[in-house]
């Protein structure tokens, strides 16, 4: 952070509560100016928390989605029915943003493993340890590596 970024900041923060009642129009130019990147920087340290927070999911929220993806995939890769994303979600925690986006992100991920799944484009690898040893631990119950980990 700057010294221009630190300072704005810190008018941001001395006059929030007065444009809250009153609005910026008892500010000069420059005022406005210092209080609108002064808030800028408060939303970006805000976001940048908010992303330097995450969990990894642990192993009970992610059987429930790789249970579902096997119940919508066959083993020679064939697609049985819809990925139910709702009850996939379930199982993930209340804590994290979008349940649901969080669900369809590991199905993503367990796609990019499949080798038999051939019907999805397979666009990313960046699963956890954790979908890795469920994963490779499919492959040892089934006796053959379905999926590449």
């Known amino acids: 952070m700057t010294c221009t970024d630190s300072a704005a900041l810190a008018f941001y923060q001395?006059?929030?509560?007065?444009?809250?009642?009153?609005?910026?129009?008892?500010?000069?130019?420059?005022?406005?100016?210092?209080?609108?990147?002064?808030?800028?920087?408060?939303a970006a340290l805000a976001e940048s928390a908010k992303r330097s927070n995450r969990t990894p999911l642990s192993e009970s929220e992610l059987q429930p989605i790789l249970a579902e993806y096997l119940r919508t995939y066959s083993d020679d890769g064939e697609k049985v029915k819809v990925f139910d994303?709702?009850?996939?979600?379930?199982?993930?925690?209340?804590?994290?943003?979008?349940?649901?986006a969080t669900a369809m992100g590991i199905h993503g991920q367990i796609v990019a493993c499949d080798q038999m799944n051939q019907a999805i484009t397979k666009s990313f690898d960046r699963m956890g340890n954790t979908l890795k040893s469920l994963l490779a631990d499919y492959n040892e119950i089934v006796g053959f590596a379905r999926f590449s980990v």
Request: aromatic share 8%; hydrophobic share 35%.
């Open 14 to 42: 001395e006059n929030v509560d007065f444009v809250n009642c009153y609005g910026t129009s008892g500010m000069d130019r420059d005022e406005r100016r210092a209080y609108n990147k002064g808030k800028a920087v408060a």
């Open 85 to 100: 994303r709702f009850a996939a979600a379930v199982s993930v925690s209340d804590h994290r943003d979008d349940r649901i």
